[in-house]
């Protein structure tokens, strides 16, 4: 049985960091694209960021602006992935969920929650102002 755990959510006050874990079983994960979405209350799911079996963090889309050179995606091993948060701001506040994507990254589906194979059930982050 797949299952992606999200863990390391939590409270913390503007300009802090958190560090969010991907940890998944069932399968080997080495060579999808690993992806983290977010959802705040009353608004759609969206591309946070993401990397390639090859390494690197990559973003798109509208929220891109606002995590490139906060947030940086790494895969600490083959099966668990991370999501390092700094300078986190009150509107970063979502539920952050981890996902995995066999989709080729040529293609324009595999940044997007429709193009994804497995999906975590997210944790929790608050950021205070």
């Known amino acids: 049985q797949v299952q992606l755990v999200e863990s390391g959510g939590g409270l913390v006050q503007a300009g802090g960091s958190l560090r969010l874990s991907c940890a998944a079983s069932g399968r080997t994960f080495s060579r999808y694209t690993m992806n983290w979405f977010r959802q705040a209350p009353g608004k759609e799911r969206e591309f946070v960021a993401g990397t390639r079996w090859s390494g690197g963090t990559s973003y798109y889309g509208k929220v891109a602006d606002s995590v490139k050179g906060r947030f940086t995606v790494s895969r600490d091993a083959d099966n668990t992935v991370s999501l390092q948060m700094n300078s986190l701001k009150p509107e970063d506040t979502a539920v952050y969920y981890c996902?995995?994507?066999?989709?080729?990254?040529?293609?324009?589906?595999?940044?997007?929650?429709?193009?994804?194979?497995?999906w975590g059930k997210g944790t929790l982050v608050t950021v205070s102002s």
């Open positions: 996902a995995a994507t066999s989709v080729a990254t040529s293609s324009s589906t595999w940044f997007v929650p429709s193009g994804m194979d497995y």
